[in-house]
């Protein structure tokens, strides 16, 4: 059987789908007081940005998947990472970012290179976002916090599934998933602490 997050899988908000403002806050000032979490999920990739939401670990669910041309596109990225997270009246962000080698599993041939210069360019992404909802005008964009968590492996895991499943890989599904995965790392803190990214000017 597939995982619940694969099968119930969302389309993208239209005008008439997204709730009214007041709704919103009615729903986060409920969420609050009970001390629900609601959390974003990021899968950043040089191309694709896999999104995913959570409310306090419960099945994440996949949302979509974003492309962009790397560096060249990343405001507008960010842009629309704050959007999603409004929509799903989300609290918190959390960006993926694949943990580095240690000096062991590095050789002469610069093996594990690689996933240094990704954990670099995840982490510097994460702190756009926290200056964007450090700068934002919107009140709940401006509350919204932003963490990192290990993402390391999260695509093979979710191709994995994917495949038990019975499903595709086409998409974004890949990247989407393993957003999902991402936050249920985050929830159950199976890959140790998320660290809390403060923006430039915090």
Known sequence: MSPSWFSQRRAPFT??????????????AARRARGDVIALGVDYGARRV?????NGGAAPRPLRTLTHSGTATTTSTVRAILDVALEECC???VVGIPVPPGRAAKD???????????HAVCARF?????????????????ALVVYTYDESRTSKEASER??????????GALDSASAAILLERYFDGSYGEAKLVKAANG
């Open 50 to 54: 896999g999104l995913a939401v959570s």
């Open 108 to 118: 002469r041939r610069g093996r594990g290179r690689g996933a240094v210069q990704m």
């Open 126 to 142: 994460a702190g756009e976002v926290a200056d964007a909802c450090a700068r934002s005008t919107n009140a709940e964009t401006k």
């Open 162 to 171: 994917i495949a038990t499943s019975g499903g595709s890989n086409e998409n």
């Open 15 to 28: 005008d008439a789908q997204t709730s009214s403002s007041s709704l919103e806050d009615e729903l986060r």
């Open 91 to 93: 609290d918190r962000i």
